[in-house]
């Protein structure tokens, strides 16, 4: 019996919506990092499908600006783009996939050969997309794995109707949805933080801890992309998926093994514990252009000329989700995320509670153990301590690991790199499972059809702000206590 896995058969990736933003920024530079590092079955082929009439060299010279090659690497990256292909088809006609299935069979000599297909398209052509796929390019002599970027739906309903859609046409084994924070370096590092280190164990849960905030900012705001973005907002967006992802790593119990099953059995576990969100525990924000800013700073969300007038589309939103179960009953979680903030930032903050039984006149702050996902990655732990020298002052400190400081040599791979090589080596423990998404549908639908049915404003806050500043207000009240005393010294280096 043949090991169809192995990696000496010939493979192919097809990237379909070869033409389109995600395959240039970013899938594109990340064949190629897979392929400059040897990461792939050498026997590789990699095809890209679109409607557009173009060349490989087009795709090359689209791509260009978002690839790094490093000197020295120019041969090896004109190789690269030797492996490349290059199909115009339409979506939705059998007999343009027929034709990319001749091309696709062209390279696969030999009794095994496994196809990729990673679906890069708008949602309106999704199904017949996989529709062709499974009807005239499935692989006869190996396996087929289909890698589906979000929007995974828009709602419970709309999610569900593609989630049997694709049931009827693959097994789950075959499907790979991606939610690329996934594959990022300390989101894969939960599990190891809580589960490989006594001493987070017994601290994890509702008697110790008073909060757990999740935070996702960006400096932007949606330039260009209003059109897109109108339709979904930041909590189909971000908060949905990105977040709710983190927090069910955060949350989950011990799986019983390493198993990708067994760990996402945990997830959506803890998932179900979670009753779907209230209005009231959710604010919703917009932002306006800073008059006092410059360039694009100085535009509204409602100013970008792609989005409705009037859109009452959130940009910003923070709401507390609730763990009915025997670790979490009590203790908020919050999702913070937002376009147009003053920084990049992805966190997770887990504040402990306040000392009981005091007896340092109330000095003492609350512990927090903050996860930095981006930019730079670090674990930081800020607790208190005996002021250094003949005082019996208390100081606030902290624990740190600053990944670019302990790990100098380390090269920690993007998110992408690390979730397309896992479809290769076909392991499913960094993508969302079925039940996973439907379970986060749950969650989100009933607040966000209220929110389109009455149509509900959202706070205003200014481009380039911490957000709407309704939102500390909420903070203190769902028991994250910001005391603003806390003052971090860079290290030298
Ligand atoms: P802070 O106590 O300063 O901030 C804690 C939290 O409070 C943040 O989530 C911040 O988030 C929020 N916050 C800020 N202002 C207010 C406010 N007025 N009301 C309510 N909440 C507020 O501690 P940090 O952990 O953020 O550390 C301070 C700085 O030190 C950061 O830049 C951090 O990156 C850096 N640091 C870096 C380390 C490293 O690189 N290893 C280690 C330790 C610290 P937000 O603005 O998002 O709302
Ligand atoms: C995407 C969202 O999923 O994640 C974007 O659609 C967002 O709106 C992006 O900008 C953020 O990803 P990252 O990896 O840059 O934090």
Not at 405 to 433: C, S
Request: hydrophobic share 35%.
């Amino acid at each position: 019996m043949e090991n169809i896995t192995d990696f000496q058969y010939p493979h192919t990736f097809t990237l379909l919506g070869a033409s389109g933003d995600l395959a240039k920024k970013k899938i594109y530079p990340t064949i190629w990092y897979l392929y400059r590092d040897n990461l792939l079955p050498k026997n590789t082929r990699f095809v890209g499908y679109a409607r557009t009439k173009q060349t490989i060299a087009d795709v090359r010279e689209k791509s260009k600006k978002y690839i790094k090659v490093r000197p020295g690497e120019e041969e090896k990256f004109a190789k690269f783009w030797e492996a490349n292909d290059y199909v115009a088809g339409s979506y939705d006609k059998r007999v343009d996939y027929e034709l990319l299935n001749q091309q696709l069979s062209k390279y696969e000599k030999g009794p095994v050969a496994n196809r990729i297909f990673y679906l890069a398209v708008p949602p309106t052509v999704f199904e017949d997309v996989t529709v062709n796929i499974r009807n005239a390019c499935i692989s006869i002599k190996g396996f087929t794995r289909v890698i589906i970027e979000k929007p995974f739906g828009r709602d419970d309903e709309s999610s569900a109707k593609l989630s049997n859609h694709l049931a009827g046409l693959f097994k789950e084994e075959q499907i790979y949805r991606i939610d690329h924070y996934l594959g990022k370096e300390m989101v894969q590092n939960l599990m190891t933080i809580r589960f490989a280190n006594q001493i987070f164990s017994p601290s994890w849960n509702r008697e110790n801890i008073a909060s757990v905030l999740i935070s996702f900012k960006e400096p932007f705001g949606t330039e260009g992309r209003g059109g897109y973005f109108d339709n979904f907002g930041i909590v189909r967006d971000v908060m949905q998926n990105h977040l709710l992802q983190i927090l069910s790593l955060v949350a989950m119990e011990k799986p019983v093994t390493l198993n990708p099953n067994d760990i996402r059995d945990e997830k959506v576990k803890v998932l179900r514990h979670i009753d779907p969100i209230k209005l009231d525990d959710l604010l919703v924000g917009q932002y306006i252009g800073n008059p006092n800013g410059q360039g694009e700073e100085t535009q509204g969300y409602l100013d970008d000329p792609t989005v409705p007038k009037g859109s009452v589309t959130p940009t910003y939103a923070l709401a507390a989700l609730w763990i009915n179960n025997a670790r979490w009953e009590g203790v908020p979680f919050i999702l913070r995320c937002g376009k147009a903030l003053n920084e990049r930032k992805a966190e997770v903050r887990l504040q402990y509670k306040d000392v009981p039984g005091d007896i340092f006149d109330g000095q003492a702050k609350r512990n927090e153990l903050v996860i930095r996902v981006q930019p730079g990655e670090a674990l930081y732990l800020k607790l208190m301590s005996k002021s250094p020298g003949m005082k019996f002052d208390l100081v606030e400190t902290e624990l740190d690991l600053t990944y670019s400081l302990r790990y100098r040599e380390a090269d920690v791979p993007d998110a992408y790199e690390r979730l397309i090589l896992d479809v290769f080596t076909g392991t499913q423990m960094h993508f969302v499972r079925n039940d996973e998404l439907k379970e986060a549908w749950r969650i989100f639908t009933p607040a966000l059809k209220q929110l389109e049915k009455q149509q509900i404003k959202p706070v205003s806050y200014v481009y380039g702000a911490r957000g709407p500043p309704e939102a500390d207000s909420k903070l203190a009240e769902y028991n994250f206590k910001y005391s603003g005393s806390y003052k971090w010294q860079k290290p030298a280096l």
